[in-house]
């Protein structure tokens, strides 16, 4: 039978559960009482959402609220601060008036950093004078662009950096009514050779919205690479088996490579269990059969994933369905950081354990890496040098191309978690660009806020 003919499945309706079906979920899976006002409280700030595929085929009941599944897509009370949690509490009250609420809520996710790394300051680009808010353009060769109508996903994940995207204020929304502006300004920078489709999750939308989205790009001949990032094949996988246009879907994948393009769905993996279903398997090689790639990426992350043997075990899986493991990420400072951050020190111990045990076809991931303001930071190891102890660092990717594969090192530190934290604050990219760069014709250190900051020459 041909991957491109749907097996004979009676087709899944899509549901989606979030807190007001809390204590429907509760009562058939035996949530205890004092977790589920702990996820009701929650929820209230950060945004929640499953599906009946992952209720019912990822998550391990007879291990909540440990279970790494449970944990992914279920908010927990750690989350927030404990200040924080009581002044939700007390808004709990009968007398509180709606808008105090709201405005407290705020308040929290204000605090939460809802667009690190700089998006709103550095990444939106403008045409004639106007920005365009569905588009971020922060390195030369690369624009994202998020639909509209695919700024929601099939589950969120606790851990989300994009978490301020489902919450429910416009003002913290990158989002575009349709295409008209990312293909006017693609022709006016003919640079752009690749468009990566994000949210949320293109996947939401039916095949009919998605073609209206991407197909203008096949006009724009300087567009060679479309990426569609998704977390569809982990979280609802019917939607490339099953699902009503998935045959649709298929066959505009197939024209759009026919075209000569290449076609990348960048497939978030968290966890080993995500691809343990045959209906997500049967998805990749459906998606595999129409002549795209597909990538896959998470990030290391407390509670879920922070050990080796389970990378090792994901990378694997990830190869033997025919996939390319791409990266581990860093989770960003964003959100429940404090939660699910892992020490960079650990971070880098846990990714060489696992990847010494790869075999050389999967060794095309790469980690832990930093997506920071000025750029995707990896960090290589450790080292002991006469002057100290010191991260090995390198730009993957940079806002200023001659900064990409640059080494550079930074103070060691036992908790650092993010690169502001290591002993100095490159929080722009002129401020890493003058780190990374050094002083021409004398030694490599910096003053000013990179000053501990220095360049390996070699």
Known sequence: MSLMVRSPVETERFRAWGPHQLDEIAARYGIPPDLQESIRLVSRVLPFRVNEYVLSHLIDWSDVPDDPMFQLVFPQLEMLREQDRRSLVRLTGTDTRRSDARAAVRRIRERLNPHPSGQREYNVPSLDGERLSGLQHKYRETVLYFPGHGQTCHAYCTYCFRWAQFVGEPGLRFAARGPTGLIAYLHRHPEVSDVLVTGGDPMVMSTERLRSHLEPLLDVETVR????????????PQRFVTDRDADDLLRFM??????????????????????????????????LSTGAVVYCQAPLIAHVNDRAATWNELWRTELAAGAVPYYMFVERDTGPHGYFRVPLARAVSVFQDAYRLLPGLARTVRGPVMSA???????DGVESAPDGKFFRLRMLQARDPSLVGRPFRAPYSPTASWLTELGAD?????????????????????????????EEHR
């Open 254 to 287: 197939e024209r759009m490579t026919a075209t000569g393009r290449q076609v990348a769905v960048m497939a978030h993996f968290s966890h080993p269990r995500e691809l343990g279903t045959g209906t997500a398997r049967r998805a990749l090689a459906r998606i």
């Open 225 to 236: 690479t479309i990426r569609i990032g998704t977390k569809a094949v982990a979280y609802w």
């Open 426 to 454: 490159p929080s722009t990219p002129a401020d890493i660009a003058a780190a990374v760069h050094g002083a021409a014709g004398a030694a490599p250190s910096r003053a000013g806020s990179a000053g501990q900051w220095r």
């Open 373 to 379: 303001t000025p750029g995707k930071v990896v960090v």
